[in-house]
């Protein structure tokens, strides 16, 4: 059993059970069950179901006639498109290793993000699975502090480093997505760019500005934070701001893999509409709507972007069709499209996710 010491990190807001979260003992920390139903999950799942409910009614969409597309597509192309989905995992894990290489290094000997670089490249995909399983069935992405929780427990490390270097990584995946869903839209659509796509392109310009900005400020903003902060909490805020800002140091690697982390979500779209006999869609748009759905599942209303990311990916092949960049696509074949891409991406991490978690040593 890990017991806990007066300096050490707070724990999650998974791994808390009592007011003092400095005294909170890690073994204690509640299944994701409990969080699972409790009333604000449940409203964020309605809100998720509700959002699909107006997108199936607004479009007018038969579901016998999405029956029939989803009856005719190839599952060996839908096996190869989970496969190269799992895939990207350890891609993940290996882009986090390098961070937090990057943090052990910054920070000089200290030694608190030392334990887990050693960690495999195995263990870290099993862990940054189990946070997105939690991102899956819980909202406001308290996956990803109970992916710092589970790397605390599993190698010692400090919870608010580890935050921080997840924070980087959310960074470094919401700059380059930005960029290439530029690229893509250039692409796509020329400069008869439809209001809808224009609306996207601004959210994501908004969510890069917001966390560069952050970035740029967080160790200006370090004084104002501690007077607003109790004083027992400035270190950890510090452990916090060092495992940022300190995550952003050898970047070629880490630019490597987070591209090839997305090409690998573009593959499996592609695969999806190779499945359905969708073969002509212009490939910029195929990068467009992949970048486009991962987008929305930064959102923390619903789990995963529940509603949000399927109402994206219809959206989106609706508007390229229309301007003869997807052709075969109609109302059914986008819905298609975003249940069975969406199968993959969000139900099946469900569905193996309550297998794996009971199994699982690393929880």
């Not at 350890?90 to 000997?109: H, K, M, Y």
């Amino acid at each position: 059993m890990t017991t806990r010491t007066r300096d050490e990190d707070l724990e999650p807001e998974l791994a808390t059970t009592g007011p003092d979260l400095d005294d909170t003992d890690t073994s204690t920390a509640p299944s994701l069950g409990r969080r699972f139903f409790n009333l604000r999950t449940l409203v964020s799942f309605g809100l998720g179901f509700a959002i699909l409910g107006f997108l199936f009614t607004r479009v007018q969409i038969d579901a016998n006639a999405i029956l029939d597309w989803v009856r005719q597509a190839n599952p060996l192309l839908l096996l190869c498109a989970a496969v190269v989905f799992y895939a990207t995992f350890p891609v993940r894990a290996l882009r986090w290793r390098r961070l937090i290489g990057n943090v052990a290094t910054s920070e000089r000997g200290r030694g608190t993000a030392v334990r887990a670089q050693k960690l495999s490249v195995s263990v870290l995909s099993e862990i940054i699975f189990l946070g997105w399983f939690a991102n899956c069935i819980v909202p406001a992405k308290l996956g990803d502090a109970y992916r710092a929780y589970l790397l605390k427990l599993n190698a010692g490390t400090s919870f608010s480093t580890t935050i921080g270097t997840i924070l980087a990584e959310r960074i470094i995946d919401v700059v380059i997505l930005f960029l290439l869903m530029l690229g893509a839209t250039g692409l796509s659509f020329g400069r008869a760019l439809p209001p809808q796509i224009l609306v996207l392109l601004q959210l994501a310009c908004a969510l890069v500005i917001v966390v560069v900005v952050g970035l740029v400020g967080m160790r200006r903003l370090r004084p104002l934070v501690e007077r607003v902060l109790p004083s027992r909490l400035h270190a950890q805020y510090a452990r916090f701001e060092g495992g940022t800002l300190g995550s952003f140091r050898y970047l070629p690697m880490v630019i490597g893999l987070t591209g090839l982390a997305w090409a690998g979500e573009v593959a499996r779209l592609y695969l999806v509409t190779l499945s359905l006999g969708l073969g002509g869609i212009a490939q910029s748009v195929i990068v467009f709507v992949a970048l486009a759905s991962a987008l929305m599942t930064t959102l923390p209303l619903t789990p995963a972007g529940l509603g949000f990311a399927e109402g994206a990916i219809v959206g989106v092949f609706l508007l390229a069709a229309g301007a003869g960049l997807a052709p075969g696509v109609d109302e059914h074949a986008a819905a298609s499209i975003a249940l069975l891409d969406r199968g993959i991406s969000y139900w099946s991490l469900i569905a193996v996710g309550l297998v794996a978690y009971p199994l699982s040593r690393r929880k």
